[in-house]
């Protein structure tokens, strides 16, 4: 060939790009008429049972910057340990309890649920697992959404037999996927997740 072909760059199309507020969370980003709210933006109806608590985060980079275009959608069992349908063999059919919620972050790279504390689900030995969200997370720039989960302070004993967590030999590893709890009206828990960097968060390939 008389000119060689240059390596391609990655496209815009390949990542989640700019958009991600703006095709999941419209209302959010002041986009209206889309959807009446935001799909998954309340994960609570009059009939939940269970310990209401709030779930907060804050998404950092490598540098300790804020990402302030993420998105995290969460997935949960109840208080009774019960996946909404169809998750699960063990689903409930008509849930008061939705399990699944979907959060913008804000400019500070913060986001929250309002939800209840979730019931211990069998993991792939059979024992109980500790109580745990599972997150997903996605942002400008990230080509596949990271899958993480949060643990709560309060379960210590929990946590440490926990298959998941076990299967972190690092125990400073296993810390970041800790939240600690705040006080408040409402019991409160927080976890920083670093995208990159000496603390990041540990994210699982699902």
Request: with cysteine; proline share 11%.
């Amino acid at each position: 060939m008389l000119h060689p072909v240059p390596t391609l760059k990655e496209t815009p199309s390949q990542t989640a790009g700019p958009y991600v507020h703006i095709g999941l969370t419209p209302n959010f980003a002041e986009i209206k008429g889309v959807y009446p709210t935001d799909p998954g933006i309340s994960m609570l109806t009059a009939d939940t049972v269970g310990e209401r608590i709030v779930v907060s985060g804050r998404i950092v980079d490598g540098a300790g910057a804020p990402v302030g275009d993420a998105v995290v959608e969460c997935w949960q069992a109840d208080a009774d340990g019960s996946y909404a349908a169809p998750m699960g063999p063990n689903s409930n059919s008509a849930p008061a309890f939705t399990g699944w919620g979907r959060q913008p972050v804000n400019a500070d790279g913060v986001f929250s649920f309002e939800t209840i504390k979730p019931g211990p689900v069998p993991g792939p030995d059979g024992r109980p697992m500790a109580p745990h969200l599972a997150l997903w997370i996605v942002a400008r720039g990230i080509n596949t959404g990271l899958q993480t989960r949060l643990y709560f302070e309060d379960e210590a004993e929990a946590n440490a037999a926990d298959f998941v967590l076990n299967k972190i030999p690092d125990p400073r590893r296993r810390a970041t996927l800790i939240a600690r709890k705040e006080d408040g009206p409402v019991p409160g828990y927080m976890l920083e997740i670093q995208l990159q960097g000496e603390r990041e968060t540990v994210f699982f390939d699902v």
